[in-house]
């Protein structure tokens, strides 16, 4: 019920876009829809970092090294949460993560690799 699959990362130049996406197929609807669910990230060598939330009623919240490049938005008929991330900076490079929590739970994706190197 609570695996999470991740998508969409790879190789991008700086300045350009990726968008990643998580699916989580085994969970009902009932608990996708009111879940909390979230993107970290962690860089090599460094601690898991948030990098932004999205509420079941759809409230948002950004770190502010993302805030006015990244987009996190859902679409509960496919139970699926996505990242939109353009203006890509190698600080950006990241193993990216999808989060879910509900109700004292969390489940978390295997993580997706993303690059951003000229």
């Known amino acids: 019920q609570g695996q999470l699959q991740e998508s969409g990362g790879g190789l991008v130049q700086p300045g350009g876009s990726l968008r990643l996406s998580c699916r989580a197929p085994r969970t009902i609807t009932s608990v996708f829809n009111p879940s909390m669910m979230g993107w970290y990230r962690q860089a090599l060598g460094k601690e898991r970092e948030l990098v932004a939330t999205?509420?079941?009623?759809?409230?948002?919240e950004y770190a502010d090294s993302v805030k006015g490049r990244f987009t996190i938005y859902r679409d509960n008929s496919r139970k699926t949460v996505y990242l939109q991330m353009n203006g890509l900076a190698p600080e950006d490079t990241a193993v990216y993560y999808c989060?879910?929590?509900?109700?004292?739970?969390?489940?978390w994706g295997q993580g997706t690799q993303v690059t951003v190197s000229s």
């Open positions: 999205i509420s079941g009623g759809g409230a948002t």
């Open positions: 989060n879910r929590k509900l109700s004292g739970q969390e489940f």
